[in-house]
Every structure is written in C-alpha cells, then in structure tokens.
C-alpha cells in the first residue's frame, strides 16, 4: 500500500532555477515523474509533499532520525528508526526504509533494514556508490536496556555499548544485507557514545579520492585520568569522519576533532562535496560555551584531516541545538543549502538557507512552515529535482516524518 498524506512536507526546487545567480530566480515544481518515465511525466500529477513514516502506524510507536538517498535506478529511499515502546533515544528501536519511483509524491512498503530485535539500532547513514550504485548504510547500535548517559559514563560493557555495522544493497535498496560489525575500525578504545551521521554521507567524484566514501560521525569521549568529571559533560562530544576507498569493504578512521574543551562541542554531523573538491562539514554544536549552535570546517584531503578547527558559523545563529542537513548542488555556480529549524530557542520553523561563496556565509531564503521541527536530511534527485525529509507534526516535531516539494525563491 502506498502511502500520501497530507501534512508531509517534501522540498523540491528545479536546479536550473537554484543555479541562477539572482536572489529572485524563482525555482518551479520539479516534475516527480521525471527522472523515471520522461514521456509519461506531463500527465503526472504533481505534488507538493507526503509522508513516507508517521508515527502510531506500521507496529512503530514513533518514527525518528530521517536519511534520504536517490538511488541510481532513479528512486527515492527514505530511512527513519522505527521506535517500537515510544518515543525515547533507547530501548526497542529498528532501522526501517520506504522507496518512492515518483520523487517523493508516493512511498511503498515499509521494509526491515536492521531489527533491534529488543535492542537499539539506528543513525542511519547511507550512500550510494557512484561507480556500483551500490547502497551502502552504516548504522549504530547499543543495548536496548542502557541509555546514552550511562554509555557516557562508562557503566556499560563493551556489548552493551555503542557499536558501528555496516550494511549493502545492490537492488537500490529493495533488500539489504545482514548487519556486519566494522566497531574495531571505526570507534577508538577510549570512546563511548558514537553516532553514525545522521543524514546522508558522501561519495566523492573529484580529485585524487574520487570514489570514496566518507561518512560524518560523532563520539564522546571518557575524561582524562584523574579528573572528577564523568564523561556525560557536553564537552566530551566531539565529531569525526570514516572513509572507505573501496567501496565499504573496509574503513578508516579520518580527521578527529578532539579538543574537548566546552567553547565548541560538536557533535551531529554532515558533510558534502564543494565544486572545487573540499569536503566542508557542518556540525551541531551541543552546548558549547561559544554564541552560536552550528560549527563548520573544511577538509581538502577527503575527509583525513581538517583544514581547521571547528568554528561558529555566525550566518546560522538562528539554529537551535538541533541536527541539520547540507547539500551541495550539482551544475555550475551551484548553492550549498542548508536545512533545519530556525526558531533558535525551539526545535520548529524549518527552514533552507543558500550559500552561494561554499559555506562562507548563508541566507535565509524559505521557511517551509511554522510546526515544530526536528532532524532533516537533504537530496537531490533527477536532473531538476530537490527535497528535504524532516521532522515534523502539529503538537510536537515527533508526529511524523515528511518529505516536503518546495515552490519558492532561492
């Protein structure tokens, strides 16, 4: 059964109207047929947003942390954490997907991508390999009977503890492998909480790494010997990257940002590739002594070491401490976006900002709603097609996750 609505908001902007260099180039609906059927796509209806997971529906109590992929047969692929007993950060918590052939304005089943089985999977963070097409996710896991603050304060077990998998799909994401643990390449041994994105990862097409694959993570780490913190204080989180040069079958550890001194704590990350090649990330600063809730830096050699330190990204201080999405657009002179709550005092108003000089500097240029808001995750599609799937609802930001085709000026 397929699923439309209403309610579900999905960004979709045409890239040639993104692409112009005015302010008011005005982006038209993008065809949500147009990447599968070119012939058929006029008499397609069009659609301005769906709902590919809400919450109370398909076993699951609630839905949360939304990833989105276009898959290279031209699908859209949705990922959320299915939350089985409500709607905590632990407990019974699967990874869950949706497709959609039509750009959004339809899902189809809901499928099992990784079972908790009792226990806690989640921070879906997928890409697809440009050379295989090949879906690659990386999730993490921990015991359903622990929670974040006691992994923080290293009162679990190695078992019951944060841990990283990584799964593949060669049928665009209609099947996936069996889980399979990469913890021992992935986490350093005096980490704690890890996180897996959440959001999309990155295949890099340019340079000498072109074809990697880099994934932005976060961790926390224990505090030094001696000292009388605990390890839950904010300014033990920290992000870092992974990369894999050949195609997920193994992984590295990249750039590591470990200064855990509290002005800027980052944590959630994202990533995306500039035209010229760098990596810029932008990550959620959580509660640093800094004014200012996002972070930003570059790296220019894939991924393995930062070309600075992060700092406040001053344009984006309307962002609460809240995960966020960018995406780099394809096409030249192409804007970076940005997209996440814009209420700097509530997880609401989602919103996508532009930056047109590679993460600089950004500007607001469309509020998506007023509704509480949460996580989101960026992606384009087709040749004209862009959407936002995020966090939404009437009450609260946790009713249901949307996927939201935007009219607007960018």
């Not at 059927?37 to 809400?54: N, Q």
């Not at 052939?101 to 009792?118: I, P, Q």
């Not at 904010?234 to 990257?241: F, N, V």
Request: glycine share 12%.
């Amino acid at each position: 059964m397929k699923s439309s609505i209403p309610g579900l908001r999905v960004l979709v902007v045409t890239t040639t109207a993104v692409l112009g260099v005015l302010a008011t180039s005005v982006v038209a609906l993008a065809d949500p047929g147009a990447q599968n059927s070119p012939e058929g796509a006029r008499d397609r209806p069009s659609c301005d947003s769906s709902v590919p997971f809400a919450s109370g529906t398909d076993g699951y109590d609630t839905f949360r942390i939304p990833a989105v992929v276009a898959t290279a047969d031209g699908a859209l692929l949705a990922f959320a954490e299915g939350r089985v007993g409500g709607a905590g950060d632990t407990g019974n918590i699967d990874v869950v997907a949706k497709r959609s052939k039509d750009g959004g304005c339809t899902w189809g089943e809901l499928s099992l991508v990784a079972s908790g089985g009792g226990d806690t999977r989640g921070n879906p963070a997928p890409v697809v390999d440009p050379e295989t097409g090949r879906v690659v996710l990386l999730t993490s896991f921990n015991s359903g009977q622990v929670t974040e603050a006691q992994i923080m304060r290293g009162e679990v077990t190695p078992e019951q503890s944060r841990r990283v998998f990584m799964q593949t799909s060669d049928d665009h994401g209609r099947s996936f492998t069996s889980p399979r643990e990469i913890t021992a390449d992935a986490k350093l041994p005096h980490w704690r909480w890890y996180a897996t994105g959440p959001g999309h990862a990155v295949a890099l097409t340019r340079g000498e790494h072109a074809g990697r694959l880099v994934v932005p993570s976060n961790h926390s780490s224990a505090p030094p010997e001696g000292s009388a913190d605990t390890g839950q204080e904010a300014k033990y989180y920290g992000a870092h990257a992974l990369f894999s040069d050949d195609g997920g079958e193994t992984w590295e550890i990249g750039y590591i940002d470990d200064s855990y001194e509290g002005v800027n704590n980052s944590n959630e990350s994202i990533a995306a590739e500039l035209p010229d090649g760098r990596l810029y990330f932008n990550t959620r600063d959580q509660n640093g002594t800094s004014a200012g809730n996002r972070l930003d830096s570059y790296s220019s050699d894939g991924g393995e070491t930062l070309d600075r330190d992060f700092a406040v990204q001053t344009t984006l201080n309307d962002v609460p401490v809240v995960q966020a999405t960018v995406l780099q657009l394809r096409g030249h002179h192409a804007p970076l976006l940005f997209a996440g709550p814009s209420d700097p005092t509530a997880r609401r108003s989602l919103a996508v900002w532009r930056s047109d000089d590679a993460g600089r500097s950004f500007s607001r240029v469309e509020t998506l709603s007023t509704q509480p808001a949460a996580y989101s995750d960026l992606v384009q599609f087709g040749r004209h097609g862009v959407g936002v799937l995020y966090e939404t609802g009437v009450d609260g930001p946790y009713e249901s996750i949307e996927f939201r085709r935007l009219s607007g000026r960018l």
